[in-house]
Structures are given as structure tokens and as C-alpha cells.
């Protein structure tokens, strides 16, 4: 935990006993809680009221930080991956599967350093990859699943889904109240401004900032 807390000069003594006794509370409950993952790396460390269930199919590296009121849905074919010093935001939701098991969604892997922003939904029944250090912002939704709706004479609902994935490379920034629909990837290097909604792939080093997805030049 030493190597993982670096305190800003301008902490005061009080600052810094709050921050370590939460911290510490984090790490007891991801030291027991962490018993129950399939793989368990290093350090985890689990804030208050955090759902975790099928934890047996749940990957974790070293320094996993779930926040407060987080929920962690396991059930999923490849599971859920997390690599080092991964952060999961407060209030936020990955959801690969129905809770009641009558279907069973892909799962979700994302890469070092890589972090989901507070209320944010994950909806990873389609394989849902994230590479290496990709910020994603407050708010943001995933869904790596689309209703099928081309038979007029039936109904939506009865026409099932398709999953094509969603895949975000490497060194990517997502502002907040981003939403990307199913069948995208966004290539590494890019820029996704808030309240943008992806519906298409995006090519490496690309600044996206256009709520339709219309705008998109090239950070070079």
C-alpha cells in the first residue's frame, strides 16, 4: 500500500489519517473478499456496498479498486479481466448477463491503468475489450448488444440480439455521457468529447466531438 499512496504536498495530518483509514478499509475488504476470484494478483481494494457475484469468474491484477455502491456481475462465458491498477467508479455497473441466468453474455477484459468513471454501465454481453490506459469519464454506457427489429410482422422482442463487440485501444480519453453502441472499435490515441454517442468505428489518433459522430479529425 506504500508504493500505492503518494500524498499531494498540500495535505494536512488530518487529510491523510482520513485517506489511510478508508484506504485501509478498502484493503481488508478486498483482502477478503479477493479470497473468492478465480485469480488475485496482488492488492484489491473494495469500497462500501459493492455487489460482487459469480466471483469465481473475475481476474484481477494488482491495485483493483472497485468504489462504493460499484456492482460487479461475474456470470460471463470468458469472464471479467481486470489488469493492474484498474479503477471501476463509484455507482458503476458491469452487466454482461441476465441475474437469473437464462442467457450468458461474453465478458469484459480491460487492460493497465485503464479506469470507468462513477455511474457508468458496462453492458458487456458482447466481449467488451479495453486496452491499456483508457480513461473513460462519469456517466458513460457500453452495449455490446443490439435488438434485431428487420421483420415488421414480429415483434422486437421476439426477433433476439446481435453481439458484434466493442473494442477501445490503447491510450484513449472518453468524456463523460459517452455512449457506444455495439459493433464499434475506437483506435488508439483518440478523443471521444462528452455526450457523443459512437455508432461507428472511430481510426487511431481521431478527435470525436460531434453528438452525431459526424465531426472526426485526426489528433496529428
Same mark, same amino acid.
Given at each position: ?32 473478499? #479477493? ?40 456470470? $460471463? ?47 458487456? $454481453? ?17 452495449? $455490446? ?19 458484434? #463487440? ?16 455495439? #459493433? ?9 468529447? $462528452? ?26
Amino acid at each position: 500500500m506504500k508504493d500505492f499512496i503518494h500524498f499531494h504536498s498540500g495535505l494536512n495530518k488530518r487529510d491523510k489519517i482520513l485517506i489511510l483509514t478508508r484506504t485501509l478499509e478498502k484493503v481488508v475488504r478486498g483482502s477478503l473478499r #479477493g479470497l473468492f476470484f478465480h485469480k488475485n494478483q496482488g492488492l484489491q481494494f473494495i469500497g462500501r456496498h459493492v455487489q460482487i457475484t459469480h466471483s469465481w469468474r473475475i481476474h484481477c491484477g494488482r491495485n483493483v479498486k472497485f468504489e462504493d455502491y460499484s456492482e460487479i456481475h461475474g456470470l $460471463a462465458e470468458y469472464g471479467l479481466i481486470f489488469g493492474n491498477n484498474v479503477t471501476i467508479g463509484r455507482e458503476t455497473m458491469i452487466r454482461p448477463s441476465s441475474y437469473y441466468g437464462k442467457d450468458l453474455g461474453k465478458g469484459l477484459k480491460m487492460g493497465d491503468g485503464s479506469s470507468i468513471g462513477p455511474h457508468s454501465y458496462v453492458g458487456c $454481453a458482447g466481449q467488451i475489450d479495453i486496452g491499456e490506459n483508457v480513461m473513460i469519464g462519469p456517466k458513460c454506457s457500453l452495449f $455490446a448488444e443490439n435488438h434485431i427489429f428487420r421483420d415488421l410482422t414480429k415483434s422486437i422482442k421476439s426477433q433476439g440480439v446481435q453481439q458484434k #463487440g466493442i473494442k477501445i485501444c490503447d491510450n484513449c480519453w472518453i468524456g463523460s455521457n459517452v455512449i457506444i453502441l455495439d #459493433g464499434v472499435t475506437i483506435g488508439s490515441g483518440s478523443v471521444i468529447g $462528452a455526450g457523443t454517442i459512437i455508432t461507428h468505428s472511430i481510426p487511431e489518433n481521431s478527435i470525436v466531438l460531434d453528438k452525431r459522430n459526424e465531426e472526426v479529425r485526426t489528433r496529428l
